[in-house]
């Protein structure tokens, strides 16, 4: 689902709000999550997920072409861990796939 197919959704199921309306809304809630992370906070929305910022330390890597060792600097980075409910809600929906019939 993209940000866009959600705008159309919520417009959808709220007749009441416009798509610009529903389009603003979106952006007002991803924007005020972005800046809290930004800032260091810790998100968390029951039943769903929380997001967090985790801390990926320095290493020694290598350039691909070359096969020089790189210093990879220090980084911050989002990470989201799924809730319970969010888990047993994909578990449950998980697709059947069909059994693949054995090469001869």
Not at 40 to 62: A, C, M, V, W
Not at 77 to 86: D, E, I, S, Y
Request: net charge positive; proline share 8%.
């Amino acid at each position: 689902m993209t940000r866009s197919d959600l705008v159309n959704q919520l417009a959808e199921r709220f007749g009441q709000l416009t798509q610009r309306d529903t389009e603003f809304a979106v952006k007002t809630i991803l924007d005020a999550m972005s800046d809290a992370l930004a800032r260091g906070h810790r998100i968390e929305i029951r039943g769903f997920g929380s997001f967090s910022i985790n801390r990926r330390p320095p290493r020694l890597g290598r350039n691909p072409r070359s096969g020089e060792k790189v210093t990879i600097p220090e980084k911050l980075v989002p990470h989201f861990k799924p809730g319970k409910a969010l888990r047993e809600a994909v578990d449950e929906r998980l697709p059947v796939q069909d059994e693949v019939p054995a090469a001869a």
